[in-house]
T-cell receptor, first 112, second 112 residues
Framework: IAGITQAPTSQILAAGRRMTLRCTQD?????MYWYRQDLGLGLRLIHY???????GKGEVPDGYSVSRANTDDFPLTLASAVPSQTSVYFC???????????FGPGTRLTVL | ELKVEQNPLFLSMQEGKNYTIYCNYS?????LYWYRQDPGKSLESLFV?????AVKQEGRLMASLDTKARLSTLHITAAVHDLSATYFC????????????FGTGTRLTVIP
């Protein structure tokens, strides 16, 4: 499969639980991103990684962490989920820092 | 404060009509992207505009970029129902940065 895969597709989670959203790309892109999409707010960047071994904070990083152990995988972890983290999460990647981004299918997360 | 503003936010148009969606951004950039999102789906890249005066066309859609005015337009010609979707513009600010800043989207509905 070419492109970006995300797992799970959807998840209902109790507040306070830990959750890891998975993202894998097979395009050998250097840069990867995590966004959340909320109604009326567009997409907002949570964390990014310009290359394997490096990560950085985006616009809304609080409550989330990421790692980039290799080129292909970029997991997003919610250490202790809260209801305000209910959202649709998209992983994206791009080959360089100035090209179009390619998006995964998304994970719909509900925190109760 | 950085702003990427789209208008209109909602657009209902009849098949066969023409219309333009506008994307204004508040700081210097010469890289702008247009994406399409169908309900419940991921984002699909439509156009990549990388310089002042850039114009791209695909089917009934044409996008342009005026970096001096900090304005991009997405023109729809002779709309058809299949164009119903939400359209987002996104800007690299500053160019080559590790993030795209998205507008809040324009939800287009084409009525038969």
């Amino acid at each position: 499969i070419a492109g970006i895969t995300q797992a799970p597709t959807s998840q209902i989670l109790a507040a306070g639980r830990r959750m890891t959203l998975r993202c894998t790309q097979d395009m050998r892109h250097n840069a990867m991103y995590w966004y959340r999409q909320d109604l009326g707010l567009g997409l907002r960047l949570i964390h990014y990684s310009n290359t394997a071994g490096t990560t950085g904070k985006g616009e809304v990083p609080d409550g989330y962490s990421v790692s980039r152990a290799n080129t292909d995988d970029f997991p997003l972890t919610l250490a202790s989920a809260v209801p305000s983290q209910t959202s649709v999460y998209f992983c994206a990647s791009r080959e360089t820092l100035w090209g179009e981004q390619f998006f995964g299918p998304g994970t719909r997360l509900t925190v109760l | 404060e950085l702003k990427v503003e789209q208008n209109p936010l909602f657009l209902s148009m009849q098949e066969g009509k023409n219309y333009t969606i506008y994307c204004n951004y508040s700081t210097t950039s010469d890289r702008l992207y247009w994406y399409r999102q169908d309900p419940g789906k991921s984002l699909e890249s439509l156009f990549v505009l990388l310089s002042n005066g850039a114009v791209k066309q695909e089917g009934r859609l044409m996008a342009s970029l005026d970096t001096k005015a900090r304005l991009s337009t997405l023109h729809i010609t002779a709309a058809v129902h299949d164009l119903s979707a939400t359209y987002f513009c996104a800007v690299d600010i500053p160019p080559g940065a590790n993030n795209l800043f998205f507008g809040t989207g324009t939800r287009l509905t084409v009525i038969p």
